[in-house]
């Protein structure tokens, strides 16, 4: 295993959005996960936002240890998402990279603030992929990868007070909340909104330290 800085960025809240054309995509309550592939060993690494381990037999027994339930996410991937992302990978003229970081959220039904159950179904979504390190557009991501198993988008649009609420509010059918994603300067920029039954949720679970759930 190795510690690694931090996988995948924090999200902002959405206190200082742009208010500019965004893509609003479900975001899971699950586990974020980081798959690395080279053009040369294929997939070969895996882990939390804080650690990565080898994509082998070894590695996958470390992992499973160190995140107990966890245990099918290697499966999972190497079933549902290593050879069509390959395939993109080697095919597609805008994935012409030594190294690519691809991120999914492994959850169940009933996974809730990073926790899961342990006899439930489970599945991987992805979200994002980095090249050359940098997490490439959601237009781009939409139409390269709108084939496999991807977050759900519940808005395009410009992103305005009045869709910050009804996100809160729960108007868009989600669980925890969604990540609008949008292109400025040349940059990508995300920010998180999460419902107000989800926030419920949290205060009930975890009382005075909710906050270290939220936003």
């Given at each position: 295993?190795?510690r690694?800085?931090?996988a995948?960025p ?7 959005c742009p208010g ?6 479900e975001k899971?309550?699950?586990?974020n996960?980081?798959?690395?592939w080279?053009v040369?060993?294929g997939w070969y690494?895996?882990?939390t936002?804080?650690?990565r381990?080898?994509l082998?037999e070894m590695?996958?027994?470390?992992f499973n ?11 999972i ?10 395939k ?6 805008n ?5 690519i ?6 959850f169940?039904m009933?996974s ?9 179904p ?9 090249v ?6 959601p237009?781009q991501f939409?139409q ?15 992103l305005?007070g ?14 925890e ?6 292109v400025?300067?040349n ?5 998180k909104?999460k419902?107000?039954?989800y926030?419920?949720?949290l205060q ?10 939220w936003e």
């Amino acid at each position: 295993m190795v510690r690694v800085q931090l996988a995948y960025p924090k999200i902002p809240d959405s206190k200082n959005c742009p208010g500019k054309r965004c893509i609003a995509f479900e975001k899971y309550d699950g586990t974020n996960l980081h798959w690395a592939w080279d053009v040369e060993l294929g997939w070969y690494a895996f882990g939390t936002r804080r650690d990565r381990f080898d994509l082998d037999e070894m590695g996958i027994a470390q992992f499973n240890t160190a995140h107990p339930g966890l245990e099918t996410a290697a499966e999972i991937f190497q079933r549902d998402f290593a050879t069509p992302l390959e395939k993109i990978f080697r095919e597609n003229p805008n994935y012409q990279s030594p190294e690519i970081t691809v991120f999914t959220e492994f959850f169940g039904m009933n996974s809730f603030a990073g926790m899961h159950k342990q006899d439930e179904p489970k599945q991987l979504i992805l979200f994002d992929v980095q090249v050359d390190k940098s997490i490439i557009y959601p237009e781009q991501f939409l139409q390269d990868f709108h084939h496999l198993k991807i977050a759900r988008v519940v808005y395009c649009g410009k992103l305005t007070g009045q869709f910050i609420d009804d996100v809160r509010a729960g108007k868009y059918g989600v669980t925890e909340g969604v990540v609008c994603k949008g292109v400025s300067n040349n940059k990508i920029w995300m920010i998180k909104i999460k419902t107000y039954a989800y926030m419920k949720k949290l205060q009930q679970s975890f009382q005075n330290d909710w906050e270290s759930y939220w936003e």
